[in-house]
């Protein structure tokens, strides 16, 4: 019987030698982590057990970010996650991807004069939802206040405050902001 593990201690925290170190960080012991010397974490950011995040390039966390059980986050070409990014179980976010059509060759053991395929920087503006098993392909910005829903494939760039599901997504409505008068409200209390 497992029951749920742990999460490192401060004081590791402290001493892996990440790039910057919020508050209230939660790490999970059976989190996977790369290159921790190019990640920097906000305050209130939490990674659970299963997720891997290898970090090759620079990888920013802001605050009162969530990466669950079992998610990908590969920061070659550099990744984002602005405040208040949640991602659900299984999200998987690609800064590079592989020429499948055999015009270079493929896979991380090769020099990458000899690769091809898609690179670029990610971004997950404030307040972005990612739903359950979805895929973030290389060079996208999701705008602020976006929701995308569970199992979608994003290739291209998102407009802020929309619904997008599908694969690949497509906008389906406007999201409502009323969570930007509750993150106005948790501030205050923070203040206090």
Not at 41 to 69: K, Q
Not at 108 to 137: M, N, Q
Not at 174 to 181: A, F, G
Request: proline residues 4%; hydrophobic residues 35%.
């Amino acid at each position: 019987m497992t029951l749920g593990g742990c999460y490192r201690t401060e004081a590791d925290l402290r001493h892996a030698g990440f790039k910057r170190l919020g508050r209230n960080v939660k790490v999970h012991e059976r989190a996977s982590v790369y290159g921790i010397e190019n990640i920097s974490l906000g305050d209130n950011v939490r990674i659970d057990d299963f997720s891997i995040i290898i970090a090759t390039g620079e990888c920013v966390l802001g605050n009162h970010v969530s990466i669950p059980n079992f998610c990908f986050l590969g920061a070659t070409f550099g990744l984002e996650l602005e405040d208040f990014v949640t991602l659900a179980p299984g999200v998987k976010i690609f800064t590079s991807s592989d020429d499948y059509s055999g015009e270079h060759l493929c896979g991380p053991t090769v020099p990458s004069e000899f690769t091809g395929g898609r690179k670029g920087r990610v971004v997950l503006c404030r307040h972005t939802l990612v739903g359950a098993g979805s895929v973030i392909l290389p060079g996208c910005t999701l705008g602020e206040g976006v929701s995308v829903g569970a199992l979608s494939l994003v290739k291209t760039d998102l407009d802020p405050w929309g619904i997008y599901a599908g694969m690949p997504v497509r906008r389906l409505r406007e999201r409502k902001r009323d969570l930007l008068q509750l993150e106005s409200r948790l501030h205050s209390l923070s203040l206090r």
